[in-house]
C-alpha cells in the first residue's frame, strides 16, 4: 500500500472530509503516475478525486466496529516509531551491519 494513504476508519474526532480528499488525492496520484495532470486531464484528474472522495465518505459513514476509536495521536506515534525502524533497516543494509 502507498505509505501516504493513512487509515481513516473509526477515529475520534471524525474522520474529516478535507482528509478523506487528501487520500483521494493520494491514491489518483498513485494510479495516474502524476502528481499534477496536464491541463488536457486536469478534469478527468479532478472528477477521479471527487468520485474515490465520495465512495470513501460512504464507505467510512457505512462502516461499523465494536472497537474503541483510535487516537490520532498514538497512530502517529506508531508510524513514526515504524519509520524510524524501517531508516534504521536501511542504515544497516547499506551499511553491511548485522542486527544486534
Same mark, same amino acid.
Given at each position: 500500500m502507498c505509505?501516504?494513504i493513512?487509515?481513516l476508519?473509526?477515529f475520534?474526532p471524525?474522520?474529516?472530509?478535507?482528509?478523506?480528499?487528501?487520500?483521494? +488525492?493520494?491514491?489518483?496520484?498513485?494510479? *495516474?503516475?502524476?502528481t499534477?495532470?496536464s /491541463?488536457?486531464? =486536469?478534469?478527468?484528474?479532478e @472528477?477521479a478525486?471527487?468520485?474515490?472522495?465520495l465512495?470513501?465518505?460512504?464507505? +467510512?459513514?457505512d462502516?461499523?466496529t465494536? *472497537?474503541?476509536?483510535?487516537?490520532r495521536? /498514538?497512530?502517529a =506515534?506508531?508510524?513514526?516509531? @515504524?519509520?524510524e525502524?524501517?531508516?534504521?533497516?536501511?542504515?544497516?543494509?547499506?551499511?553491511g551491519?548485522?542486527a544486534?
Amino acid at each position: 500500500m502507498c505509505r501516504n494513504i493513512r487509515v481513516l476508519h473509526n477515529f475520534d474526532p471524525p474522520t474529516t472530509d478535507d482528509e478523506v480528499r487528501e487520500a483521494a +488525492l493520494q491514491f489518483v496520484r498513485k494510479v *495516474s503516475g502524476s502528481t499534477r495532470p496536464s /491541463r488536457a486531464n =486536469a478534469e478527468a484528474f479532478e @472528477r477521479a478525486i471527487d468520485e474515490i472522495a465520495l465512495a470513501t465518505r460512504h464507505l +467510512l459513514d457505512d462502516l461499523v466496529t465494536r *472497537s474503541p476509536p483510535r487516537s490520532r495521536e /498514538r497512530e502517529a =506515534a506508531k508510524g513514526r516509531e @515504524r519509520h524510524e525502524k524501517r531508516m534504521e533497516r536501511e542504515v544497516r543494509i547499506r551499511t553491511g551491519q548485522t542486527a544486534s
